[in-house]
T-cell receptor, first 116, second 113 residues
Framework: DTGVSQNPRHKITKRGQNVTFRCDPI?????LYWYRQTLGQGPEFLTY????????KSRLLSDRFSAERPKGSFSTLEIQRTEQGDSAMYLC??????????????FGPGTRLTVL | AQSVTQLGSHVSVSEGALVLLRCNYS??????LFWYVQYPNQGLQLLLK??????LVKGINGFEAEFKKSETSFHLTKPSAHMSDAAEYFC???????????FGTGTQLKVEL
C-alpha cells in the first residue's frame, strides 16, 4: 500500500515531556498537511508544506510546536513540554494539485497522543 | 473566512432507509466541497468532492451530494443505508487551490436493524 503513513500510531507521555511524530506522504505528492482532531470535533488545520517550504501555520500552532520537512519528503511534528490539552489525534495528509486544482487531500491513519 | 455547519451531531437510520446528512458552508469565494468518512481509530477517507461543473456529485459506496449555491448547502445522501455505513462523516470546505480544509464538527451515523 502506498498511502500516507504515520508513526507511531499511539503515544502516551507524561506532561512536560517532548514528543515527535513522523508522516510519510504519498511519494509524488508535494504538499503535506498536519491537522489536529480532538474528541467530538472535526480536524483543525495546523500547518502545511509545499516541498520543503512551510507556507502556512495556524494560530493553533503555539511556539511549543514545530514541524519540518527537510527534504520535501517525510515530515516531523514535534511538541515540546507537552500539556494535557495537547491530547488529541494528529492527522497528516498529502496532496498533489494536479490539473483539476481541487487539491484533494489523502489522510494517514493518525497518531493518537495521550498526555498524562 | 470559510466555515462549515453540520446539523445533527448524531443521525440514526434503519438499514435500507434513506441517509441524509446535512452540510451548510460559508465562503467568500466559490468553494471546493468535500465529504470524508472516518471509521473508529482510522484516518479520513474521501467519499466525494465538488469542484466545478455538475452540481450532483457521485462518490464511493453509493453516496452522492448536491451542491446548491443558493442554499449554500452540500447535503450527503444515500438511497439505502447499510450496516457498514455506520461511521462519522465530515463535511469540509476549501477555497482557491485548496491549501487547507475547514471541517465541520461531524455527524455520527448509526444504522439499526
Amino acid at each position: 500500500d502506498t498511502g500516507v503513513s504515520q508513526n507511531p500510531r499511539h503515544k502516551i507521555t507524561k506532561r512536560g515531556q517532548n514528543v515527535t511524530f513522523r508522516c510519510d506522504p504519498i511519494s509524488e505528492h508535494n504538499r503535506l498537511y498536519w491537522y489536529r482532531q480532538t474528541l467530538g470535533q472535526g480536524p483543525e488545520f495546523l500547518t502545511y508544506f509545499q516541498n520543503e517550504a512551510q507556507l502556512e501555520k495556524s494560530r493553533l500552532l503555539s511556539d511549543r510546536f514545530s514541524a519540518e520537512r527537510p527534504k520535501g519528503s517525510f515530515s516531523t511534528l514535534e511538541i515540546q513540554r507537552t500539556e494535557q490539552g495537547d491530547s488529541a489525534m494528529y492527522l497528516c495528509a498529502s496532496s498533489h494539485p494536479g490539473t483539476s486544482g481541487s487539491n484533494e487531500q489523502f489522510f494517514g491513519p493518525g497518531t493518537r497522543l495521550t498526555v498524562l | 473566512a470559510q466555515s462549515v455547519t453540520q446539523l445533527g451531531s448524531h443521525v440514526s437510520v434503519s438499514e435500507g432507509a434513506l441517509v441524509l446528512l446535512r452540510c451548510n458552508y460559508s465562503s467568500s469565494v466559490p468553494p471546493y466541497l468535500f465529504w470524508y468518512v472516518q471509521y473508529p481509530n482510522q484516518g479520513l477517507q474521501l467519499l466525494l468532492k465538488y469542484t466545478t461543473g455538475a452540481t450532483l456529485v457521485k462518490g464511493i459506496n453509493g453516496f452522492e451530494a448536491e451542491f446548491k449555491k443558493s442554499e449554500t448547502s452540500f447535503h450527503l445522501t444515500k438511497p439505502s443505508a447499510h450496516m457498514s455505513d455506520a461511521a462519522e462523516y465530515f463535511c469540509a470546505v476549501a477555497t482557491g487551490g485548496g491549501n487547507k480544509l475547514t471541517f465541520g464538527t461531524g455527524t455520527q451515523l448509526k444504522v439499526e436493524l
